[in-house]
Every structure is written in structure tokens, then in C-alpha cells.
């Protein structure tokens, strides 16, 4: 299946605290993407890990990819009203010229 | 500089209806992709644009699914006829670059279809 899982489905969390979210796949990758999409709105690219990485940082989010494991997640630190919405990972899997998406993690922020 | 940009935001329409939905990528992304979420799934993948050429279309649904790119430019996307359960979020996306390194997609607002 090109399907990958994230988990969990929805995360509800207070302002200030930091929000996990893991994404797990079947194939091998090329590189793995976080998204995040507001109500309403298109898929905005939050940040890129390759394959050979094993961890990377943009700001107040952290990603770390274990491709052992297959599995990636992401963490928000100090998490603020503005960062909820929906979280989807994306897998650029090896041969194919596509990202592939998972459900993805709604995730709210209680302020 | 202009994003990803998708027409209509929002399509209502009857089954049996056609309706078209473009898609106008950044300026100079080779890459112009489709993906379909229906409610509450997963988005999935339709199919990809290198220029004017399909580069994978495995990811349509059907036959009543024709996906165009004029001249390597916009694409559109029509349904024909369209049924209940192609109701959903169309998003558009482009890059550039034929490598997986430089694979940062960008995507437009996406069209709600709703069809009734």
C-alpha cells in the first residue's frame, strides 16, 4: 500500500505545551515532508528531511526520521493558537516522482 | 512572488454534471501534480505533470477523470460525468527539479467539489 499511518488522529493540547506527532510508512523513501494545512486552506511545507538525515530543525519544530523504524515525527515546541490545524507527512518514495499522504493529525491548540 | 493558484475555491454541482477545475502553477515548475482528499481520508496522489507530458497518471480514479497541461502551462482537471463520491478537495501542487533532493511541493488553496 502507498499508504503510510499518523498517528494520533487528533491531539488536543494547551497553549505552551509541546505537540508529538508520528508518521510511520511501508517503503523505502527518498525523503520525508511535514505539511500543515489550515481550515479552508491549501497544504503549506513545513520542512524537508532526507533519507541520510536523522534529525533536523526549523524553528520551534523538530523532525527526526528512523528509517530502521520507518517512522518519522514531529514536535512542535511551545505550542501557540496559531499552529492548529491539520499535520500530514508526506513520504518522496524511492522510484516514484510523488509524494505520497498519509490521514494526517489534527491537531488543537487550547489557549 | 505568485503561488500555486486554483479556480474555482468551490464547485457545487449535480451528478451527471461536468465541471472543470484549473490549476495555475508557480512560474517555471516543471512539475505540476493533482491530488484528490475526500473527506476525512488521506490525500492521494492522481497524477503528474512534466511539462506538457503525463508522467504518471496511476492515481485516476476513472476514465471520467482527463487531466490536461497546455503547453507545459496550467492544467485542468475535468470530471465527466461527475458522481457523488468524486466530492472532495482537489489540491494542486508544482515543483521544480526531477530529483527526489529537491522535492518541495507547493500547493494551491485546493477546489472544494461538492456534488449532489
Known amino acids: 500500500s502507498q499508504q503510510g499511518e499518523e498517528d494520533p488522529q487528533a491531539l488536543s493540547i494547551q497553549e505552551g505545551e509541546n505537540a508529538t506527532m508520528n508518521c510511520s510508512y511501508k517503503?523505502?523513501?527518498?525523503?520525508l515532508q511535514w505539511y500543515r494545512q489550515n481550515s479552508g486552506r491549501g497544504l503549506v511545507h513545513l520542512i524537508l528531511?532526507?533519507?541520510?538525515?536523522r534529525e533536523k530543525h526549523s524553528g520551534r519544530l523538530r523532525v527526526t526520521l528512523d528509517t530502521s523504524k520507518k517512522s518519522s515525527s514531529l514536535l512542535i515546541t511551545a505550542s501557540r493558537a496559531a499552529d492548529t490545524a491539520s499535520y500530514f507527512c508526506?513520504?518522496?518514495?524511492?522510484?516514484?516522482?510523488?509524494?505520497?499522504f498519509g490521514t494526517g493529525t489534527r491537531l488543537t491548540v487550547i489557549p | 512572488e505568485a503561488g500555486v493558484t486554483q479556480f474555482p475555491s468551490h464547485s457545487v454541482i449535480e451528478k451527471g454534471q461536468t465541471v472543470t477545475l484549473r490549476c495555475d502553477p508557480i512560474?517555471?515548475?516543471?512539475?505540476l501534480y493533482w491530488y484528490r482528499r475526500v473527506m476525512g481520508k488521506e490525500i492521494k496522489f492522481l497524477l503528474h505533470f512534466v511539462k506538457e507530458s503525463k508522467q504518471d497518471e496511476s492515481g485516476m480514479p476513472n476514465n471520467r477523470f482527463l487531466a490536461e497541461r497546455t503547453g507545459g502551462t496550467y492544467s485542468t482537471l475535468k470530471v465527466q460525468p461527475a458522481e457523488l463520491e468524486d466530492s472532495g478537495v482537489y489540491f494542486c501542487?508544482?515543483?521544480?527539479?526531477?530529483?527526489?533532493?529537491?522535492?518541495?511541493?507547493?500547493f494551491g488553496q485546493g477546489t472544494r467539489l461538492t456534488v449532489v
Open positions: 512560474s517555471g515548475h516543471d512539475n
Open positions: 508526506a513520504r518522496y518514495q524511492t522510484g516514484a516522482n510523488n509524494l505520497f
Open positions: 517503503t523505502s523513501i527518498n525523503n
Open positions: 528531511i532526507r533519507s541520510n538525515e
Open positions: 501542487a508544482s515543483s521544480q527539479g526531477l530529483s527526489g533532493a529537491r522535492t518541495e511541493a507547493f
